[in-house]
């Protein structure tokens, strides 16, 4: 679920660092979802999660597996470029007072 609502806030122009599905996430994924796709929000919200599961990707369109890929890859940088400067902020001399 993290993933469906990071990349789908992240669409919408709402960019968000989550590690968890918190209520408040959760109830904003939902409205965008329900704004998106109105009374199909649920079935959408399903389709998505079902497209993650590694089982169903062979029946995926091309394209939407090379998407996920993309992204899924433009997240993993951003969380090791984040690893490497807290480790670089964590391994800086510290200034005496």
Do not use: Q
Not at 32 to 41: C, D, Q, S, V
Not at 50 to 76: G, T
Request: charged share 30%.
């Amino acid at each position: 679920y993290v993933n469906i609502g990071s990349s789908s806030l992240n669409d919408a122009g709402i960019v968000v660092e989550m590690k968890s599905l918190t209520p408040t996430i959760y109830k904003r994924v939902g409205d965008l979802f329900r704004t998106k796709f109105g009374k199909y929000a649920g079935w959408a919200h399903s389709l998505l999660f079902v497209a993650e599961l590694p089982s169903f990707r062979p029946v995926l369109p091309v394209d939407i597996v090379n998407e996920m890929i993309e992204w899924k890859e433009k997240e993993m940088a951003k969380k090791a470029a984040k690893k490497e400067s807290m480790t670089a902020a964590n391994n800086a001399p510290k200034r005496k007072k």
